[in-house]
C-alpha cells in the first residue's frame, strides 16, 4: 500500500489482492451454504471497504476516541449518573431504564450472540494506523455489543427522557456504532445486528416497568379564560418554608427545595403575595385565608401542602398554580409541572384544565360536608401508614430516603392485618391504596396516571395473614408487582364503603396520616379542581 503524502489519500497497491485473498479465506466458514447469506456476507465487506478508505476530517481523532470511551459501557453509565444527578424525575427515570436495557442486551450480545455465531474480526488493511490507535478485540465480530449497549441505552432514555435528552443521547450511539466500522472493529453487518438487539432490549423493558406518558390528561377547563400578569399580579403564593428537607437542609448545608422555589418565584412574580408558612406552622389557615383574597392560588411545596391548597381552592373555585417544592411531589409532576420554572410557564402560558379530586368522609356525613378529607394521589390503609409514621420519626437524623427505606423494612416485618368490611365483605387486609385516577404503575405505591379526570377510584389490596404469605407479599412489593402477591385484588369504582369492626380507622392521605371513623365512604368529585398545565388540556 502506498500513500500520496500530498493529498493524504491511501492508493491501493498489490497488497489489496492478498488482503482481499485473506478476507475470502477468513468469511469461507460464514456463511458458506446459504447462498442468499452468502451474497449478504459480500455485501457486507464491500460496505466496510467503502468506510474503511474513506476519510472523514475531524472525525479521525474523535471518532477512535469515542468507541474506546464506550468500552465496557463506561460511556453510557456515565451519562447514566449525570442523568441521575440532575434531579429531575424523568431523567432519574430514563438513565435507569437505560441501564436495565444495557444489562439486558450486553449479555444477550456477547454471551449468547457472539458464541452462537463466531464470526471472525474484519482485516483491517484499509483502515489508516490513525484510527487504530488500540489494540483490536479479539472476541468474534458478530453481533456487535457497543452497538447493542448503545442503542440499548438511546432506547431506554427515548422512552422516558424529553427530546432535549433523547436526542443528543440517540446521537452519541449512532456515532459510537459508526465508530465500530470506521475503526475495523466490525463489518456493518456486525454493527445493524446489535442496533437491532440493543433497540429490542429498550423496548422490551416496558413489560415489565411500563413508561410513564410525561403529562396526565386534563379536562379542559371551560370556565374562560384566567386574566395572566406577566409580573405575577392577583397571585397570592403559599411557601411551607418545611417542605423538601434531607439530611443536608437540616444541617444548615443546601436550602431547602421549597426556597429554592420561592427565590425564584420572587423573581419572576415580583408582584405576586408570598405567604411564608414556617416549619410546624398552620398551613391550611394559610391556604384558606390566601384562597379568599386570590385571582390564582399558588402554592409552594409537597404533595400535603398542594392537598391543603387544594382544599381552599376547591372551597372558593379559583385556579390552583402548583410549584413543585417537596421531596416526591407526585401531583406536580402528574401535570407536567417538575421545577419551578415550568411552574411560572404554565401560569404566564394561561392554561388551565379540570382535575378530579376524590375524598373520604364519615358514612353519616352528607355529599359536600366539610368532614371531607380530600387527597389528589393516594390514600392507603394498613401498613403504609405505620412506614409514614416512622419515616417521619427517623427523616430528621437520617435524611428522608434513608428514613423511608428503614421505615419500610421495619414494618413490612412486623405489620399486622387489618380487619375491614370492605363494600359489605369481610377482608384482612394487610395492605390497601386507593387512587385518585386509575394508575398505571404495578407497584404498592402507584405513581403514575394517563388521565386525571377518567371519574374512577383505583382501588389495590393485599389481604393476607400467614407468615409465608407475608413473605411472598414483601417479596413481590419489593419487585414492584403486587399482581405476583398471593391474595391481591384490584379494581375499578366510582365510590366504596369501608368499615373497621375493631374501631377507627388511619388513614394516609398524600403522604399525611390522620385518624378516621370506623365507617367512611370513599367517592369523587369529578373534573372539580382547575389546576396549571404545561400541555392544552384534551377532551374526551
Known sequence: MRVNHSRRTFVPSRSVTRRRSRQAQEHRAWPQRVPLLR??????????????????????????????????????????????????????????????????????VNIVGKQAFRRRRPVVD?????????????????????????????????????????????????????????????????????????????????????SRPPVARLAPDGGGRVPV??????????????????????AGILPRRSEIALALVEAELPAAEIVRVEPGGDVDKACAEAAERAEV?????????????????LGRDVPLLVVPGGTFDHFSRAVGVETATQAIRAYREGRIG?????YVAPVSAPAGDEAEQIFLNTASIGAYTEVVERRVRLERRIGKWPALAVAAV?????????????????????????????????????TWRERLDDGRLDVRMVTTGSRARRVRAVAAIVAGHLRLTPGYRSWRTTGMEVISPAGDLRLARDGEVAPLPRAVRFGKHRRALRIFTIHAPVTG
Open 410 to 446: 421495619r414494618t413490612l416485618r412486623h405489620a399486622e392485618p387489618v380487619e375491614l368490611m370492605v363494600d359489605g365483605r369481610r377482608r384482612r387486609v394487610w395492605l390497601a391504596f386507593v387512587g385518585n385516577g386509575v394508575f398505571g404503575s404495578w407497584g404498592a405505591a402507584p
Open 229 to 250: 400578569a406577566q409580573d405575577g399580579r392577583g397571585v397570592v403564593a403559599v411557601v411551607n418554608l418545611g417542605s423538601g428537607p434531607s439530611a443536608e437542609t437540616d
Open 39 to 108: 451474497r449478504l456476507g459480500r455485501m457486507d465487506r464491500w460496505a466496510f471497504d467503502q468506510v474503511a478508505a474513506a476519510r472523514l476530517r475531524g472525525l479521525e481523532y474523535v471518532l477512535p476516541r469515542l468507541s474506546r470511551f464506550a468500552d465496557h459501557g463506561v460511556l453510557w453509565f456515565s451519562a447514566a449518573g449525570a442523568m441521575g444527578i440532575a434531579g429531575r424525575p424523568r431523567l432519574r427515570r430514563a438513565a435507569l431504564r437505560g441501564a436495565i436495557a444495557i444489562a439486558v442486551a450486553s449479555p444477550a
Open 354 to 358: 379540570r382535575a378530579d379530586v376524590s
Open 126 to 210: 484499509l483502515v489508516p494506523p490513525i484510527r487504530i490507535r488500540w489494540k483490536l478485540p479479539t472476541s468474534h465480530a458478530f453481533p456487535s455489543g457497543h452497538s447493542a449497549s448503545a442503542a440499548a441505552f438511546a432506547t431506554g432514555v427515548a422512552l422516558e427522557a424529553p427530546a432535549a435528552v433523547a436526542v443528543p443521547v440517540a446521537a452519541t450511539a449512532a456515532a459510537v456504532a459508526f465508530s465500530r466500522v470506521y475503526t475495523g472493529a466490525h463489518y456493518p453487518g456486525d454493527v445493524l445486528a446489535g442496533l437491532g438487539i440493543g433497540a429490542l432490549a429498550g423496548v422490551g423493558t416496558r413489560m415489565v416497568w411500563p
Open 297 to 313: 392560588l399558588a402554592v409552594v411545596g409537597g404533595d400535603g401542602t398542594v392537598n391543603a391548597a387544594a382544599r381552599a381552592a
